[in-house]
T-cell receptor
Framework: GQSLEQPSEVTAVEGAIVQINCTYQ??????LSWYQQHDGGAPTFLSY????GLEETGRFSSFLSRSDSYGYLLLQELQMKDSASYFC???????????FGTGTLLAVQP | DGGITQSPKYLFRKEGQNVTLSCEQN?????MYWYRQDPGQGLRLIYY???????QKGDIAEGYSVSREKKESFPLTVTSAQKNPTAFYLC????????????FGPGTRLLVL
């Protein structure tokens, strides 16, 4: 089967750094994406890694290790508005379908 | 402004009734997707379409149907065969062969009366 595993919840304080991990088992792999979803809202695209290494976009960075089937999203200088669910997703093949993890609920406390 | 619109925001279905959820995009994207999200869960793919007049089943297509007659429109019908339709339905689109970057609509919340 195909699966992605993420922690269900993470709590951190304002101004801190938090890392959200994602491990995957899929029959194919083109890349790992990250999406943010605020409560009741639509998911929004954050980042994409097709190759090993770290991609940085402002306060957010995403890392991929294809050999370990593992990636993470790193959020720095946490703000209250970062409280949301974060989903990793794998593009498993030529059909461009995304397989989503169950999401990590991040709670940022003052 | 370019984007994806979904309507209605809330939809109520009676037993045995078919209902249709609208999804329209003006991003000129080739691919469109329908997902179902249950409370505290991830997104599960219902149907997707990479070009007009073509669509494929996702992981949970039973009880749902779609059409793709126009590039900008991808309506989803929840049929009476779907016994547990209460969920948050999200439509998304992407550039062809760039499925990693999907743009989502605001969603439709379907409730059963």
């Amino acid at each position: 089967g195909q699966s992605l595993e993420q922690p269900s919840e993470v709590t951190a304080v304002e101004g801190a750094i938090v890392q959200i991990n994602c491990t995957y088992q899929t029959s194919g792999f083109y890349g790992l994406s990250w999406y943010q979803q605020h409560d009741g809202g639509a998911p929004t695209f954050l980042s994409y890694n097709a190759l090993d290494g770290l991609e940085e976009t402002g306060r957010f960075s995403s890392f991929l290790s294809r050999s370990d089937s593992y990636g993470y999203l790193l959020l720095q200088e946490l703000q209250m508005k970062d409280s949301a669910s974060y989903f990793c997703a794998v593009n498993g093949g030529a059909t461009n379908k995304l397989i989503f993890g169950t999401g990590t609920l991040l709670a940022v406390q003052p | 402004d370019g984007g994806i619109t979904q309507s209605p925001k809330y939809l109520f279905r009676k037993e045995g009734q078919n209902v249709t959820l609208s999804c329209e995009q003006n991003l000129n994207h080739d691919a469109m997707y329908w997902y179902r999200q249950d409370p505290g869960q991830g997104l599960r793919l219902i149907y997707y379409s990479q070009i007009v007049n073509d669509f494929q089943k996702g992981d949970i297509a039973e009880g749902y149907s779609v059409s793709r007659e126009k590039k900008e429109s991808f309506p989803l019908t929840v049929t009476s065969a779907q016994k547990n339709p209460t969920a948050f339905y999200l439509c998304a689109s992407s550039i062809y062969r760039d499925g990693e970057t999907q743009y989502f609509g605001p969603g439709t919340r379907l409730l059963v009366l």
